[in-house]
């Protein structure tokens, strides 16, 4: 259900290769980090229904099937890996709620400006910051990824990275993102009896502080959980494309 992409360094998860090998040798289906099932709460508080979705670096998982069977209508599944989208296209040939194309999530321009209602990214940007030139390819993604949400649109990133790691990319300002953030445990982790969690549920946020970072007195009960941003679209960015200003910044 989950694996660690920590591990940068042992493969190398920014490369297409890397992915079309990976896919032919294990076809079925796998789900990173969590199913739709522990993500549902958050995907129907934040992307309802009748969204426009854009799943960015799909892969082989579950998800979108998942959500169109919890009623969602329209869900574009991109990822880099052939491979993948060729599967994923002949398994899903009599769902007209998905499409599958093959797409470098850097390079989106095959859509227009404030396409989409809502983007959800498991494990797709931690997979560019793995790779060679992370910084530049996550600005790239992230560009695209705000210029095609419509005002009001939400970029859901579940991902194993921290505040520390990830809202550096996320909180600049050119996005104009608000940004909410969750925590939830590995699928299967049981709470140990002497665990002194200091949060209720998760189905509440976790305050940032002002430079972004977790509060100092907060005790994940789980220390290898994910971490659920949700990106909200503030207002309506007055220049496209973005990556050339963020990339100044
Ligand atoms: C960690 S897997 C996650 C797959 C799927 N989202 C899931 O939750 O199981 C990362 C995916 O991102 C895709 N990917 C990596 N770099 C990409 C890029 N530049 N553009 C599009 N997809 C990319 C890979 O092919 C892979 O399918």
Excluded at 176 to 202: A, D, M
Aim: proline share 6%.
């Amino acid at each position: 259900m989950y694996r660690d992409v920590s591990s940068c360094n042992t493969y190398n998860y920014g490369d297409a290769c890397y992915w079309d090998s990976r896919y032919l040798q294990e076809g079925g289906s796998f789900d990173w980090y969590q199913r739709y099932s522990a993500l549902r709460p958050f995907v129907r508080k934040y992307i309802p229904p009748s969204s426009r979705v854009l799943m960015v670096g799909c892969g082989n998982a579950v998800m979108s099937e998942d959500m169109v069977k919890d009623g969602y209508e329209d869900i574009t599944n991109v990822d880099i890996s052939s491979v993948a989208i060729d599967m994923m296209r002949r398994k899903y040939e009599c769902f007209p709620q998905l499409k599958y194309m093959e797409m470098d999530v850097r390079d989106m321009s095959f859509f227009t400006d404030e396409s989409f209602d809502g983007v959800i990214d498991k494990g797709t940007l931690d997979s560019l910051m793995c790779g060679a030139d992370a910084r530049i390819s996550a600005a790239q993604m992230l560009a695209e990824v705000c210029r095609l949400l419509k005002p009001g649109g939400t970029y859901m990133l579940i991902t194993y990275g921290d505040p520390k790691g990830r809202m550096p990319h996320l909180s600049r300002p050119v996005y104009n993102w608000k940004v909410t953030l969750y925590n939830i445990p590995r699928p299967g982790f049981q709470k140990p009896e002497s665990c002194s969690s200091s949060r209720k549920s998760h189905l509440d946020p976790i305050p940032l502080t002002e430079n972004g970072t977790l509060p100092a007195d907060l005790v994940l009960e789980d220390p290898d959980s994910h971490f659920i941003y949700i990106c909200t679209k503030i207002d309506d960015v007055d220049t496209y494309p973005l990556t050339a200003h963020v990339l100044q910044g």
